[in-house]
């Protein structure tokens, strides 16, 4: 399933670009009261304010709303800029903030060791996002000398805050051997952690680890729930586990239609299935309509949410 850990880890830093953009205040003040009340260019005057008084928040806050360009022209510059400020007064926010626009080099010059100490800086405080990222610059190497022992480290300390792509990564770490022994049963607690917070292709992994019975004992009904929780989220290779078990009649009931169904949303990303093309050439016409109409629901049901 998981061939190349890295894949998975940089698919998630788009994921973590939003979540860091989000302001956290350790402190309720006027201008973030502003900020989540959508008034944008009152919480900007009223940061500058605060800002001048030293708040480092108040800076983060600024960094914020001219990254995402929000009541202003989005300006990524002035973003760095204040997100700068803040981080030299300690704000880990806004270290992560900055660390991610230094290593992307948005709004200023791209340099990864630069955005490796900053994300240490916020790692340092706690910041799950940023021990993450940290974890992954040891794991690649990049701005960072690799040492997979630390990424490893690293990926643990945001794993046990509750980040779901570190804990599907450090499940990958134990599974593989990489900066820890090999233990199947850790990989499956981590992959079952990151599956239970949600993340598709962990949901996907540990219901191929319970089907198994690989670190954890056999359980093909929960597995089965597993796949379907994916593949309605739009897993391609979570559809086509689920295809194949209707089609089998294993756990779940045999139906071809819905073994159609999903064969055929997970071809159309790209997941190919013999077996299953020769369930779907056996379809009569009206089951195959069917198939297809289900499809097509599901999809228009995904473009409505």
């Not at 973003?79 to 007064?89: P, V």
């Amino acid at each position: 399933m998981r061939q190349w850990l890295v894949r998975g880890a940089l698919a998630a830093v788009a994921c973590l670009l939003a979540l860091a953009a989000a302001p956290a205040s350790a402190v309720e003040s006027p201008s973030y009261t502003a900020y989540f009340q959508g008034r944008y260019l009152t919480a900007l005057k009223l940061a500058e304010e605060e800002a001048e008084q030293g708040s480092k928040e108040a800076f983060t806050l600024m960094g914020e709303i001219y990254s995402e360009g929000l009541g202003v022209a989005q300006d990524f510059g002035k973003a760095a800029d204040a997100y700068a400020k803040a981080a030299d007064l300690g704000d880990s926010n806004a270290q992560l903030s900055l660390g991610l626009m230094v290593s992307e080099g948005v709004g200023v010059k791209k340099d990864l060791r630069i955005a490796a100490e900053l994300f240490e800086r916020s790692a340092q405080s706690g910041n799950p996002a940023a021990q993450y990222n940290l974890g992954i610059i040891y794991l690649q190497g990049k701005g960072r000398p690799a040492d997979e022992a630390k990424a490893a480290e690293w990926l643990q300390e945001a794993a046990e805050s509750g980040n779901p792509q570190a804990q599907y990564d450090l499940g990958a770490l134990y599974l593989f051997g990489r900066g820890v022994p090999i233990d199947k049963a850790k990989a499956a607690e981590w992959t079952g952690r990151a599956a239970e917070g949600g993340l598709p292709e962990a949901q996907v992994e540990y219901g191929v680890m319970l089907f198994k019975g690989q670190g954890i004992a056999v359980n093909e009904a929960r597995a089965a729930k597993l796949f379907r929780l994916a593949a309605e989220q739009g897993n391609a290779v979570a559809q086509n586990r689920l295809a194949r078990l209707h089609a089998n009649g294993v756990v779940v009931k045999a139906d071809p239609v819905q073994a159609a169904k999903w064969h055929l949303l997970a071809r159309s990303a790209g997941v190919s299935d013999f077996a299953l093309d020769i369930v779907l050439s056996k379809l009569s016409q009206d089951e195959r309509a069917q198939a297809e109409k289900a499809a097509e629901d599901w999809r228009n049901g995904r473009l409505a949410d």
